[in-house]
């Protein structure tokens, strides 16, 4: 390793070091909240397919791949209604392409509660109820990915990411960056890695608090070939989330701080104009289906039911590209 590969690394320590020292657990999930459909219909992966418009949200390096401009709209409504979840993601420019991804989450007519004194514990006699006006939940983010091609099949990303917090009337900003390299290991195989988070990610509260997001790594293997005699079109991912929040029964596996949740997809082009999907997210099955009519893409996507009883989750968009 030359000097400046060390100095990079070093630097690289040392922005971590500050995020690590006063870091939150959960204070990033708002961050975690991933946009596309096909990626929810193949198992939340998409650290190694270029087709995404959202690109610049799951590997900015990818952008260094994209062949055409794109714009997705998608709607989505998590855990039967109780969340709206929308973006617009589109991937422009000529000789360098970047992305940018915008998206929005919303809770609705969220119920306040409190006891009906104050003062006194709570018992059968002081028992919970509403009070005041129901609030809401509004979350917007900003991902603005740029890459560039270190060797020809070495590619890096960045992605610089703003967020406003509105939660029950308390506001926040949140701002940091992802860094993602996808390497081409050959013709029918490739390797995302991304760090979520990794150049220093805060949130910072209008009553003076802070919160600094623990870094995490997202690792994935893409494989793509062909089958039967008709050559037709297959894609498998493969890939994991490693977060150091000691997330224990809530992660897939977990041993003292580290913890790891698993993804799959499963994708197949019978004819050209469309999409069937498959896949694994941590501990629910998706599936999905996309057609693709000219420049105009339709794509659907649903979550079934998780261990932890939050319900079906559906995704639709509409998408273009020139």
Same mark, same amino acid.
């Given at each position: ?28 999930? &708002?961050?975690? =909240? ?5 990626? $929810? ?24 791949? $994209? ?16 969340? $709206?979840?929308?973006? /617009?993601?589109? &991937? ?9 991804? #915008?998206?929005?989450?919303? /809770? *609705? ?29 509004? *979350? ?44 081409? #290991? ?17 949130? #910072?509260?209008?009553?003076?608090? %802070?919160?600094?997001? #623990? ?11 062909? &089958? ?19 997330? %224990? ?11 790891? *949740? ?8 019978? /004819?050209?104009?469309? $999409? ?6 941590? *501990?629910?099955?998706?599936?999905? =289906? ?12 649903? %979550? ?19």
């Amino acid at each position: 390793m030359n000097t400046k590969r060390y100095m990079l690394a070093a630097g690289l320590l040392l922005m971590l070091i500050p995020c690590l020292l006063n870091a939150a657990k959960y204070a990033g999930e &708002v961050f975690y =909240m991933s946009p596309g459909v096909a990626n $929810q219909a193949l198992g939340n992966t998409g650290l190694t397919n270029e087709g995404s418009a959202s690109a610049a949200w799951w590997n900015p390096a990818l952008l260094a791949l $994209q062949s055409s401009h794109k714009i997705e709209l998608m709607h989505a409504e998590q855990f039967e209604g109780l969340m $709206q979840f929308n973006h /617009i993601s589109t &991937v422009i420019g000529n000789q360098n392409r970047f992305g940018l991804v #915008i998206t929005h989450i919303g /809770i *609705d007519d969220i119920k306040l509660t409190a006891l009906e004194n104050d003062s006194l514990p709570p018992s059968a006699n002081n028992q919970p109820v509403i009070k005041g006006k129901p609030v809401n939940n509004n *979350d917007l983010m900003l991902y603005f990915g740029i890459s560039r091609t270190l060797r020809n099949n070495l590619h890096m990303g960045v992605t610089p990411k703003l967020a406003y917090r509105n939660l029950a009337k308390k506001q926040g900003f949140g701002f940091g960056a992802d860094l993602g390299f996808l390497w081409d #290991i050959n013709q029918v195989l490739r390797l995302g890695v991304v760090g979520k988070d990794f150049l220093s990610t805060h949130i #910072i509260w209008e009553n003076g608090t %802070k919160e600094s997001v #623990i870094p995490s790594v997202h690792s994935e293997l893409g494989y793509r070939t062909a &089958v039967t005699s008709h050559e037709i079109p297959l894609h498998l991912t493969v890939g994991v989330e490693s977060l150091l929040e000691g997330r %224990k029964e809530a992660a897939t596996i977990s041993t003292g701080s580290y913890s790891a *949740d698993f993804h799959a997809g499963l994708a197949v082009l019978p /004819i050209p104009q469309l $999409q069937v999907m498959t896949g694994y997210d941590t *501990d629910a099955f998706t599936a999905g =289906m996309g057609v693709y009519i000219r420049k105009l893409s339709i794509e659907y996507a649903v %979550k079934l039911a998780s261990q932890d009883d939050l319900g079906y989750s559906h995704r639709i968009s509409a998408g273009w590209k020139w």
